[in-house]
């Protein structure tokens, strides 16, 4: 019987996705003679289905239940909704890196996703690495190495360069190079960011 239920429960939300994924597909290729018609008997419950969708996620250990726009990505719910402007608007296009957050662990370029693709997800930001007023291994190391000038990209950095170590991908500098190659610096601090992964890398501490 509980399997029954928890698969009546999945079928639901997806037939609820299906529903909402129609009308904005519907609402998008409507000739405009069957939009204005369509005015004269609009539900309500219609026009919420289309401008808000609701939201179960959970940022930096803390849950969140939202209503939020489905067009809305995953960057300006965080700066915008939940006001964790830590993480940064580059390029707007997932070609800079500044906007990098974890999603369940995983580096992602938080422009790049849209906030309810991330439903029922985990997601960490640069304000929730740190343990308090104790930095992160990887924050006190760009701190010491000087990896960073303007700073605006320096989050996304930071972030990536957890997920890379933890991805096994900081063996050499090379390496370190390559798979950090999705974050641009416009200040060129690239030899001391490659220099502050390479030394918490080394360093043993859980990131």
């Excluded at 010491?144 to 930071?158: A, E, K, L, V």
Aim: with cysteine.
């Amino acid at each position: 019987m509980m399997d029954e239920k928890k698969q009546g429960d999945d079928g639901s939300s997806r037939r609820t996705f299906l529903k909402q994924s129609s009308l904005l597909t519907a609402a998008v290729l409507a000739p405009p003679v069957a939009l204005k018609a369509a005015e004269e008997h609009w539900d309500e419950r219609v026009a919420d289905a289309m401008e808000h969708v609701s939201l179960q996620i959970e940022v930096n250990g803390v849950s969140h239940s939202l209503k939020t726009d489905p067009r809305v990505t995953l960057l300006d719910l965080l700066r915008e909704q939940l006001e964790l402007t830590g993480t940064k608007k580059g390029c707007d296009y997932g070609q800079c890196g500044a906007c990098t957050v974890h999603v369940d662990g995983v580096r992602v370029n938080s422009c790049l996703t849209l906030a309810v693709m991330n439903n029922g997800k985990k997601v960490t930001t640069i304000e929730g690495l740190a343990k308090g007023e104790e930095l992160h291994p990887m924050q006190e190391a760009f701190i010491r190495h000087d990896g960073f000038q303007c700073g605006y990209c320096t989050p996304g950095q930071i972030m990536s360069a957890v997920g890379c170590i933890k991805e096994g991908h900081a063996g050499s500098e090379e390496e370190i190079r390559e798979f950090m190659s999705g974050n641009i610096c416009r200040c060129g601090a690239y030899p001391n960011i490659v220099d502050a992964i390479h030394e918490v890398s080394k360093g043993g501490k859980k990131v």
